[in-house]
């Protein structure tokens, strides 16, 4: 279909369209930016996860009212913040945010008011990052929003004028990334997230300019394809206390979303109000949806009202587990779901609680057997969204919920998830592998205050060296090292240390990095394409050099990884 053509002005219908036509534009070319990552890891990849983000951005806000943009605007905010998935993810939810902010209280935007939103896109972005690193995302969206901002003040009145000046601006910043991150020119690539910045840009533009685009697939009709990973357990209707998911707009005057969180905080749990004095969404799990509503009806109209059962979910999580199970046994697939771990019991809450996030059923269950309330699937190659964490702290019964994101590219999302959550205090523990997460837990005190642990936890993370092998999944050079689609890789830290044939001589050379001999402890995750066997025989080996030093073995059961290893 080709969108009628737009110039001077964009009003909340219009900006749907160009949401819209940047999600599809980088659908069609998420794999692409997905090639661009420096590392031959199987990870997960900046273009699906820049996806994953940004069409929950705009499945948000295609259901928000076409009245104003500025409405439009808050509602694909909240979208990508609660799908953000990985560091591009995060960050893209940020410059949607500010994008938010910039738009806010207007009804229409005009080329000024769109070049003032991407700068308001760009600070609340580098704000968000703690060391703001140049060469990367934060680059491209920078020069971006200078090209908008100086073709605005030459007189350009076009907003697809101005946008085309915008995406000139930030091809060339993203033509300059490898200047700016020598990883990038050693591995003869351009930043990935900025590549996928422009792309969305160039669906805007594409809209903009009225020319065809594919037309987007209803939401409804793509609801499992790159399902966001479930948090492990499907939870009775009888042990759920709040069983309803509630979730609404109002419309009226003089609205005050803050008296009607601190009037609904007790009402039920995941409790989320936002919103102006004219329009206030509110999300919220209750026992009596019936009791929500009459007590927001009295403020204005109800709209989008949208009440789901949770037991149905779970029924429906349950009978296609069932459904893999059987495809399975009889070899039609091989992408059968762990089976769920066993919910925690009812009882009081608690002053503490963790939730932690785990690539391997083996590893869930050593981290269960720690005192992890609730496990989170996910990890490299599947980074969970901030909403999935949210979910899975909001069926934690404790004032104070420790996150163990395990893993560096989920430690921003998980830094959002208080953003989401009512009645608890959330507390990220910034543990990038399992064996941090292993020596945190350990340090774990539940007689200490909420600083002292973690001041523990942190400190026992710093006294963790960790390491993984792998295979790689592209051709790529790294330090001068050639690496070849299909080599053993070893990694200490992230950072690619061996390049080889052979999964134990990797082992043993990550475990050499990582001074092993030095230290007192060594935990051995084997993944599940390694053999309990393999995994002795590298425990013998280690024990035969050096008595002193104890190895723990455990069944990770982790996919894509062989090892992962830690030192302590």
Same mark, same amino acid.
């Given at each position: 279909?080709?969108?009628?053509?737009?110039?001077?002005?964009?009003?909340?219908?219009?900006?749907?369209?160009?949401?819209?036509?940047?999600?599809?534009?980088?659908?069609?070319?998420?794999?692409?930016?997905? /090639?661009?990552?420096?590392?031959?890891?199987?990870?997960?990849?900046?273009?699906?996860?820049?996806?994953?983000?940004?069409?929950?951005?705009?499945?948000?806000?295609?259901?928000?009212?076409?009245?104003?943009?500025? &409405?439009?605007?808050?509602?694909?905010?909240? !979208?990508?913040?609660?799908?953000?998935?990985?560091?591009?993810?995060?960050?893209?939810?940020?410059?949607?945010?500010?994008?938010?902010?910039?738009?806010?209280?207007?009804?229409?935007?005009?080329?000024?008011?769109?070049?003032?939103?991407?700068?308001?896109?760009?600070?609340?972005?580098?704000?968000?990052?703690?060391?703001?690193?140049?060469?990367?995302?934060?680059?491209?969206?920078?020069?971006?929003?200078?090209?908008?901002?100086?073709?605005?003040?030459?007189?350009?009145?076009?907003?697809?004028?101005?946008?085309?000046?915008?995406?000139?601006?930030?091809?060339?910043?993203?033509?300059?990334?490898?200047?700016?991150?020598?990883?990038?020119?050693?591995?003869?690539? @351009?930043?990935?997230?900025?590549?996928?910045?422009?792309?969305?840009?160039?669906?805007?533009?594409?809209?903009?300019?009225?020319?065809?685009?594919?037309?987007?697939?209803?939401?409804?009709?793509?609801?499992?394809?790159?399902?966001?990973?479930?948090?492990?357990?499907?939870?009775?209707?009888?042990?759920?206390?709040?069983?309803?998911?509630?979730?609404?707009?109002?419309?009226?005057?003089?609205?005050?979303?803050?008296?009607?969180?601190?009037?609904?905080?007790?009402?039920?749990?995941?409790?989320?109000?936002?919103?102006?004095?004219?329009?206030?969404?509110?999300?919220?799990?209750?026992?009596?949806?019936?009791?929500?509503?009459?007590?927001?009806?009295?403020?204005?109209?109800?709209?989008?009202?949208?009440?789901?059962?949770?037991?149905?979910?779970?029924?429906?999580?349950?009978?296609?587990?069932?459904?893999?199970?059987?495809?399975?046994?009889? !070899?039609?697939?091989?992408?059968?779901?762990?089976?769920?771990?066993?919910?925690?019991? %009812?009882? &009081?809450?608690?002053?503490?609680?963790?939730?932690?996030?785990?690539?391997?059923? !083996?590893?869930?269950?050593?981290?269960?057997?720690?005192?992890?309330?609730?496990?989170?699937?996910?990890?490299?190659?599947?980074?969970?969204?901030?909403?999935?964490? /949210?979910?899975?702290?909001?069926?934690?019964?404790?004032?104070?919920?420790?996150?163990?994101?395990?893993?560096?590219?989920?430690?921003?999302?998980?830094?959002? @998830?208080?953003?989401?959550?009512?009645?608890?205090?959330?507390?990220?523990?910034?543990?990038?592998?399992?064996?941090?997460?292993?020596?945190?837990?350990?340090?774990?005190?539940?007689?200490?205050?909420?600083?002292?642990?973690?001041?523990?936890?942190?400190?026992?993370?710093?006294?963790?060296?960790?390491?993984?092998?792998?295979?790689?999944?592209?051709?790529?050079?790294?330090?001068?090292?050639?690496?070849? /689609?299909?080599?053993?890789?070893?990694? @200490?830290?992230?950072?690619?240390?061996?390049?080889?044939?052979?999964?134990?001589? %990797?082992?043993?050379?990550?475990?050499?990095?990582?001074?092993?001999?030095?230290?007192?402890?060594?935990?051995?995750?084997?993944?599940?394409?390694?053999?309990?066997?393999?995994?002795?025989?590298?425990?013998?080996?280690?024990?035969?050099?050096?008595?002193?030093?104890?190895?723990?073995?455990?069944?990770?059961?982790?996919?894509?990884?062989?090892?992962?290893?830690? @030192?302590?």
């Amino acid at each position: 279909m080709t969108a009628e053509k737009i110039t001077s002005v964009l009003d909340g219908a219009c900006f749907k369209k160009i949401l819209l036509g940047g999600a599809q534009m980088l659908e069609r070319q998420k794999q692409e930016v997905d /090639a661009l990552n420096v590392f031959p890891v199987p990870d997960g990849d900046t273009g699906t996860n820049m996806f994953l983000t940004y069409r929950s951005a705009t499945d948000a806000a295609v259901r928000a009212p076409e009245v104003a943009i500025s &409405e439009v605007a808050r509602e694909a905010s909240n !979208g990508s913040l609660m799908g953000a998935r990985g560091n591009s993810g995060v960050i893209l939810s940020q410059i949607m945010r500010g994008l938010a902010r910039g738009f806010d209280g207007l009804n229409e935007a005009d080329a000024a008011a769109v070049a003032n939103a991407l700068q308001a896109g760009v600070d609340t972005a580098y704000k968000a990052v703690m060391k703001p690193v140049e060469g990367t995302i934060l680059t491209v969206v920078k020069e971006l929003a200078k090209g908008a901002l100086v073709s605005v003040r030459t007189g350009e009145t076009d907003i697809a004028a101005v946008l085309r000046a915008a995406i000139a601006a930030g091809e060339q910043a993203l033509a300059r990334t490898p200047d700016l991150l020598p990883v990038l020119k050693q591995a003869g690539v @351009v930043d990935a997230g900025g590549k996928g910045l422009l792309v969305i840009m160039s669906g805007w533009l594409a809209v903009l300019e009225g020319k065809e685009i594919a037309p987007a697939r209803a939401a409804e009709e793509r609801a499992e394809e790159f399902r966001a990973p479930e948090t492990q357990g499907i939870t009775k209707i009888e042990d759920l206390e709040f069983p309803y998911c509630t979730e609404f707009l109002i419309k009226g005057a003089g609205l005050r979303p803050d008296a009607m969180k601190q009037a609904l905080a007790d009402k039920g749990d995941c409790l989320l109000v936002v919103g102006t004095e004219e329009v206030v969404k509110i999300h919220i799990h209750t026992k009596n949806p019936g009791q929500i509503l009459t007590y927001a009806i009295q403020f204005g109209s109800l709209h989008s009202v949208q009440i789901s059962n949770m037991l149905s979910q779970n029924e429906a999580i349950a009978h296609e587990r069932k459904e893999q199970a059987k495809l399975a046994m009889i !070899g039609e697939t091989d992408d059968l779901a762990p089976a769920p771990l066993p919910e925690p019991p %009812a009882a &009081e809450w608690s002053e503490y609680g963790f939730v932690a996030v785990a690539m391997g059923e !083996g590893i869930a269950e050593v981290f269960q057997s720690l005192g992890v309330d609730r496990i989170v699937t996910g990890g490299q190659t599947m980074n969970p969204s901030t909403r999935d964490l /949210a979910e899975a702290v909001c069926q934690v019964p404790a004032r104070h919920v420790f996150i163990l994101p395990n893993n560096s590219n989920i430690i921003m999302a998980a830094g959002q @998830v208080h953003e989401l959550v009512n009645n608890r205090q959330v507390h990220v523990v910034p543990t990038k592998a399992a064996p941090q997460a292993v020596a945190s837990l350990v340090a774990y005190n539940p007689d200490a205050g909420v600083e002292e642990n973690m001041a523990a936890m942190t400190a026992a993370i710093n006294e963790v060296r960790s390491g993984e092998v792998t295979y790689a999944v592209r051709d790529s050079s790294f330090e001068g090292m050639t690496i070849r /689609a299909g080599d053993v890789l070893g990694l @200490v830290e992230g950072k690619i240390v061996t390049a080889c044939n052979d999964i134990e001589d %990797a082992a043993l050379r990550v475990l050499d990095e990582m001074a092993w001999r030095e230290r007192n402890v060594i935990t051995v995750f084997y993944g599940e394409e390694t053999t309990g066997e393999a995994a002795g025989k590298l425990a013998e080996r280690l024990q035969a050099e050096s008595a002193d030093v104890e190895v723990d073995v455990h069944a990770g059961r982790q996919p894509l990884y062989y090892y992962i290893l830690g @030192v302590e």
